[in-house]
Nanobody, 123 residues
């Protein structure tokens, strides 16, 4: 069973920055971030499938959020800049094995989930 541990959430003012991290207990094929705001459905944020060699970031946050990894491919980092109130959510790390491209943005395709970390953006 892969364990995912998230860290780095918190509260920040509009326009500020935060970095959240997710460390996996063992390497998987794919690691991703999703978020869920109160009363809303879970939303895909960013994904790193190692065989692709580069991350993919959702249109809604592209240009403000970047995803990186460690050399061992067991930790991913979501750097969030120019944060907005609509970025307020619980951010969840997810990981999986052998996901096809069409499922990378579908949370149901992931087998492993972290406990979530709260990100709050306020004025």
């Amino acid at each position: 069973q892969v364990q995912l541990v998230e860290s780095g959430g918190g509260s920040v003012q509009i326009g500020g920055s935060l970095r959240v991290s997710c460390a996996a207990s063992e390497r998987t094929d794919v690691m991703a971030w999703f978020r869920q705001a109160p009363g809303k459905e879970r939303e895909f944020v960013a994904v790193y499938r190692w065989r692709d060699g580069r991350p993919f970031v959702a249109d809604s946050v592209r240009g403000r959020f970047t995803l990186s990894k460690n050399n061992a491919k067991t930790t991913i980092y979501l750097q969030m800049n120019n944060l907005k109130p609509e970025d307020t959510a619980v951010y969840y790390c997810a990981a999986g094995m052998r996901l096809i491209t069409s499922s990378l943005q579908n949370g149901a395709a992931y087998s492993y989930w972290g406990q979530g970390t709260q990100v709050t953006v306020s004025s």
